[in-house]
């Protein structure tokens, strides 16, 4: 009876032989490896694909336990793996093997029973695809993940604890800040920007600055910087409260384009520091230091005048009707001439002294109105009269100036244009023209104009044409046009002077007019 049961199965076992060599020749044409065991999970099946994986030949395999010679192990219990498949036909999962070479690969294995003509299960066939390199991915991931995440964490708590130093500095310091989008609205300010206006930090948050301030020039700048990326610095900055115009202040402030890790600006942060009261000071030490020089100088001057008036003023006027009696009484060309050269430096003389008395008694003006086109068609006939032989064109263009009252001091403002046209007439050449005209430049200011055909100035001497005392000219004291720049100054004007050596000089005055009539 032993003998037959021997026989069956070893007869079962050839026939099961045959019918993995007939399985397998077909399960050959797939690549990954195909293996089929019996309910004792021994090797059935070996296909060739089995073989390149694993390193061992269909011969060498059959009727091996298969968890023992490819050493499996699996995460889950095989017990469960078998009431799994028991029960569902099929099973899949991952499982760690081992090739004939030592080498350990993972591999994702399907399974399932392998069943006769009524259904009972007799085998199960196993794919086993490997999967080591992506499994080694998916760890290298899943560490460099957590690796990341720690590092995430870890930055998390330190931004945090900088971002509380940071709103502890924004909300403690005397420098305002103001954080704005890129549209200008504002984000946030802090507590030094809100005590400012006399405002809470909400007040600002979702309003336009420039709703706020409007002011275009800032608008420009801040416009800069959103396109360029610059930062912007500018000290002592005028600023004029809207609606406020006696309030004014001075700011240092800085406009810093915040970037995105891409470089592209994502908001503004705006910090400005208040140097009113520095500046304050600075002009007040400046007006101290020029009130002092002034006192200075106008003593010195004063002393020096009351001198030269003493001591050259009657001299002169004896000289003077000395030279016209002998005028009157002698008939000689001669001696005519020379009487011509005497009255010409007496006239240069004499108006050295008037600079001098006028340079050493400057005084506020005393305002008054005053028709500058007037005053000024006065002087040239006086200037004509004066300097008859040098046979001037005057082409003068002051129609704008026609009926436009200025504030100015009369007596000091005829000073002022005797002056500019006395150094026209003694640099312009004989017979040649001196231009004067005038322009409105914007709003209520007006430029005179007074353009000569002279030798002109070069760029070293043009930089000290105001200094008292300096002359390029072989005679006079260098008072006439540092007078001019004092008077124009204590009138609320302007001077300006331009020449290139050898093309003439142009010197523009510039006044605000008091009363502009609606026609001109």
Not at 102 to 111: D, T
Not at 149 to 177: D, G, M, P
């Amino acid at each position: 009876m032993k003998d037959k049961m021997e026989k069956a199965k070893n007869k079962q076992l050839v026939n099961n032989k045959n019918l993995s060599l007939l399985g397998c020749s077909l399960f050959d044409l797939i690549d990954e490896p195909v293996i089929s065991c019996d309910l004792d999970n021994k090797i059935l099946l070996w296909n060739q694909g089995a073989a390149k994986k694993y390193g061992w030949e269909k011969e060498e395999v059959f009727g091996k336990e298969e968890n023992q010679l490819l050493k499996t192990k699996s995460n889950q219990d095989f017990r469960q793996i078998k009431k799994v498949i028991t029960k569902e036909g099929k099973w899949e999962g991952e499982l760690i093997q081992e090739k004939s070479d030592g080498r350990k690969i993972i591999v994702w294995s399907k399974w399932v029973y392998d069943k006769d003509k009524k259904g009972n299960p007799v085998a199960i066939i196993k794919i086993n695809n490997e999967i080591t390199r992506e499994k080694r991915v998916e760890t290298a991931l899943d560490s460099a993940y957590q690796e990341a995440e720690k590092t995430a964490i870890k930055r998390t708590v330190e931004l945090q604890e900088a971002n509380e130093l940071l709103a502890r500095i924004f909300s403690s310091t005397y420098i305002l800040f103001a954080y704005l989008d890129p549209d200008f609205n504002f984000i946030t300010v802090n507590k030094a920007y809100a005590d400012a206006e006399g405002k809470s930090i909400d007040y600002f948050t979702g309003k336009n600055h420039f709703d706020l301030y409007p002011n275009q020039e800032n608008l420009k700048i801040f416009k800069e910087v959103l396109a360029t990326g610059k930062t912007y610095l500018c000290y002592e900055k005028l600023f004029v409260y809207p609606g406020k115009p006696g309030k004014a202040t001075y700011w240092d402030w800085t406009l810093e384009p915040i970037k995105d890790p891409f470089g592209q600006v994502e908001g503004l942060l705006l910090c400005l520091v208040d140097v009113t009261e520095r500046k304050l000071q600075q002009k007040e030490l400046i007006e101290a230091e020029r009130e002092l020089s002034d006192a200075q100088r106008l003593s010195s001057l004063g002393t020096l005048a009351a001198s030269i008036a003493h001591q050259l003023r009657t001299p002169l006027s004896v000289i003077k009707m000395a030279v016209f009696n002998i005028k009157r009484k002698s008939k000689n060309p001669e001696i005519a001439k020379h009487l011509e050269n005497i009255e010409k430096k007496i006239s240069e003389s004499s108006h050295t002294i008037t600079n001098l008395l006028a340079y050493s008694r400057l005084k506020q003006p005393d305002l008054e109105e005053v028709y500058l086109d007037r005053l000024l068609t006065e002087c040239i006939k006086t200037h004509k009269k004066v300097f008859p032989k040098k046979e001037i064109v005057i082409k003068k263009d002051l129609k704008i100036l026609k009926n436009i009252i200025f504030k100015l001091d009369f007596y000091q403002t005829k000073e002022i244009l005797n002056n500019i046209l006395t150094n026209a007439y003694q640099a312009s050449p004989k017979r040649s023209t001196i231009e004067i005209r005038a322009e409105r430049e914007k709003g209520s200011n007006f430029l005179i104009k007074f353009l000569d055909q002279g030798p002109g100035i070069n760029k070293e001497n043009i930089k000290r044409i105001f200094e008292p005392f300096f002359s390029s000219k072989k005679t006079g004291t260098g008072l006439g046009l540092s007078l001019v720049k004092e008077l124009v100054d204590l009138n609320r004007g302007k001077i300006y002077v331009e020449s290139e050596e050898g093309r003439g000089a142009t010197v523009t005055l510039e006044f605000s007019a008091e009363d502009i009539p609606a026609y001109t």
